[in-house]
């Protein structure tokens, strides 16, 4: 990999800035002064300081978001503030994207990232990855409502639904675990059973969930140890 790209990619600066560090001596590679931005390098073994100070490299970069209310699950968007809006610009420099999507007025988990392969497998319906939402109701889950989520439910259009576990959550609350990602599929889950889902919170995305302490808005860094 070239130096200048290893430096772009760790948010260092613009391939501009980069050449005007390289060419002031301000970047080393194992110690030495680094004599062209565009030399080559080894993003694993080769040890590449700014400044005195060591780049720790990554191509690849997963974030928690726990996403508001009023955002949409897009990298660009006309109208609306996007997720990608919300992460840190220190972290900008990466070509982030969510992997799926949560509706407009759904909260929740959220994952970004630069990793194709890594959200291609987490969207795979052969994949199974299991997602949990917390959904507050215009009325209380009764045992026939979970019956017929676990038995397998037909929405608006015709599909039937996979195998669905739905538990209530308190008063006209329940959380809903689906293992596919049809559009709207919690909603108009729950209304193929004569209800609307009047708040959704997505809590569980695979093997991730959503930490109280996360506040809306906010991104954490993860590391997935299955991809
Ligand atoms: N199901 C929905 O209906 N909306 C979402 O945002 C996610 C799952």
Redesign the pocket.
Known sequence: MRLDKLLGNSGVGSRKDIKALVKSGAVTVNGVTAAKSDMPVNAEGDEVCVNGVKIVYKEFIYLMLNKPQGVVSATEDFKYKTVIDLVPEKLRHYDLFPVG???ID?EGLLILTNDGAYAHNMLSPKKHVYKT?LAHLDGDVTEDDIKRFADGITIDGGYTCKSAVLKPAGDKSATVQICE?KF?????MFKAVGKS?LY?K?IKFGEFTLPDNLPLGEVVEVEPTIK
């Open positions: 999507r949560l509706d759904t939402y990602g709207h599929q919690v909603k108009l889902v959704l997505r």
